[in-house]
């Protein structure tokens, strides 16, 4: 890279640059070179690991390169899944899901001898698994599924075929979110392999390719000889319907639908998951903020002067009326932005030049690194400090930040044309699970187990520790 990257720690904050091996890597660490790079055409590639190739996901919308088919997902994906009419079409399932989530978390508290700990992990990761199958597959399991059994004590089929799927969820994500160095160093995977990556890749993908092939043929059959155009679906319909409705040029193969679909299941996911949880332990280790969020709650889902008992959270309330909610979520976001470094780093296709002078090399990774932004004190007040209003403060030039991609101090989703897709839902599915669970229980933390922080860098970034903590009912019922 020509230009100066010592000296001043200002100019090592815009760009760093280094190599991983033979790979030559920058890493901006600025909101305004952020920008640059995440909205630069010429940085519209992603440099794709070893196992995200050998798993397929070189065909799914996030690894394939800028070009036409990349050009063609995304266009599918702002069209039908992500299109805000199917958003809300599928509310009514993120409401099912949610209150399923209710009971088994309030089942483990009951269960609990110590007075009502539960592990939320489990909860929110079984709710985003079904939550995300139901967008894309149309197809919902059971909660608590691990325990189901039938009258003979043996494990249903579907309970069989939810387990698999989460296990298939969990070993994708291992291998994804593994270090390898052969990705850096190519020649190194004949001689060391110490997670075995491609060995697992290899067993992992017929298992994916069989299970997402069986639902696709699931659907076909559903469909019959029924052809229904993209014009002809519901607005809820799921994912698969989507696809297997396109035609002409927009056609896809059965195995790139393999690829996209188990792409979206997959991310869906992870974040989701990883997000909620966040959120819940920032509000179990601040009761003040939790209690002023379920002040806002109660107000919102049962105003002074009615009399009804409604306990109903729809998409519109968390999304319009609730702005305390929305901060906390924006406030967790920027404490823990879930997305890290290598996961989402782009790559250049062309010698890019900078405004500062800088020229960025051809095939040089680019990544941002979000969590250096979000807790700069040349930026932020306070930043260790978790304090939501900071973005409700009329007085701060923070209120009403949008964190969807159009301001660089807190990007969690990236920005420019490879901008996360799926951030709409993301957002209203955290929102609709914490103001419920909230809503219903108030969280302590557990004089046994404290909440740890520790960040734990995987393919997100997440809690090292799951978090558990005290479940107790509130009387929401008036
Ligand atoms: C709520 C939490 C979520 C967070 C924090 C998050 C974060 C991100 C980030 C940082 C990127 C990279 C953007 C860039 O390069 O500029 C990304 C891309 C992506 N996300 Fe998300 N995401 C979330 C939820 C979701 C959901 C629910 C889905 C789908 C069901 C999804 C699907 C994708 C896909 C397909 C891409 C790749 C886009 C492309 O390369 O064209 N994400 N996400």
């Given at each position: 890279m020509s230009g100066s990257t010592t000296g001043s720690s200002r100019s090592l904050r815009q760009l760093m640059a280094l190599s991983v091996g033979s790979t030559p890597v920058v890493v901006a660490s600025d909101p305004h070179t952020a920008r640059e790079i995440l909205t630069s055409p010429h940085f519209a590639d992603r440099p794709i690991k070893r196992s995200a190739r050998s798993l397929m996901f070189?065909?799914?919308?996030?690894?394939?390169?800028?070009g036409t088919y990349w050009r063609l997902l995304r266009r599918i994906g702002s069209s039908h899944l992500f299109a805000p009419r199917r958003i809300l079409a599928h509310e009514c399932g993120r409401q099912l899901d949610c209150a399923a989530m209710l009971r088994a978390v309030n089942r483990e508290r009951v269960r609990d001898s110590r007075g009502g700990v539960v592990v939320l992990r489990n909860h929110v990761q079984v709710a985003a698994l079904n939550n995300i199958m139901g967008s894309v597959f149309g197809k919902r399991y059971e909660f608590g599924f691990c325990d189901e059994r039938n009258n003979n004590n043996v494990i249903s089929e579907e309970a069989m075929e939810a387990m698999e799927l989460q296990e298939m969820v969990r070993e994708g994500f291992e291998l994804l979110g593994a270090f390898n160095w052969s990705d850096f160093i190519p020649w190194l995977s004949y001689f060391y392999d110490p997670l075995r990556v491609n060995e697992r890749c290899e067993a992992l993908v017929p298992r994916v390719r069989k299970l997402v092939k069986k639902i696709i043929d699931e659907h076909r059959q559903r469909r019959g000889l029924e052809k229904r155009s993209i014009d002809q679906l519901?607005?809820?319909?799921?994912f698969v319907d989507v696809l297997l409705s396109l035609d002409g040029e927009e056609k896809l193969t059965e195995d790139d639908m393999v690829s996209v679909l188990w792409e979206m299941i997959f991310r869906g996911t992870d974040a989701t998951a990883i997000l909620a949880e966040w959120v819940m332990a920032e509000l179990v280790l601040n009761p003040s903020v939790q209690a002023k969020l379920q002040e806002e709650l109660d107000s919102v889902i049962n105003?002074?002067?009615?009399?009804t008992n409604n306990t109903t959270i729809t998409d519109e309330m968390v999304s319009n009326k609730m702005p305390y909610l929305g901060a906390i979520i924006k406030e967790t976001l920027r404490v823990h932005?879930?997305?890290?470094?290598?996961?989402?780093a782009r790559l250049s296709t062309s010698d890019v030049g900078l405004s500062n002078g800088m020229v960025i090399p051809a095939h040089t990774t680019a990544m941002v690194n979000m969590w250096a932004i979000t807790h700069d004190p040349t930026i932020w007040a306070e930043p260790i400090k978790f304090k939501p209003e900071r973005f409700l403060d009329?007085?701060?030039?923070?209120?009403?930040?949008?964190?969807?991609?159009?301001?660089?101090?807190?990007?969690p989703f990236g920005a420019?044309?490879?901008?996360?897709?799926g951030k709409n839902l993301g957002l209203v599915t955290v929102a609709q699970w914490v103001a419920q669970l909230v809503h219903r229980f108030k969280w302590v933390e557990d004089p046994k187990n404290k909440v740890d922080l520790t960040e734990l860098m995987k393919l997100s970034c997440e809690m090292k520790t799951p978090l558990s903590a005290l479940a107790l009912p509130r009387n929401v019922v008036k």
């Open positions: 070189d065909r799914a919308m996030g690894f394939a390169p800028n519901n607005d809820d319909s799921d105003p002074p002067n009615t009399t932005p879930p997305g890290p470094l290598l996961s989402w009329g007085s701060s030039d923070k209120y009403g930040l949008d964190v969807k991609g159009s301001d660089m101090r807190l990007a420019g044309r490879r901008v996360c897709p």
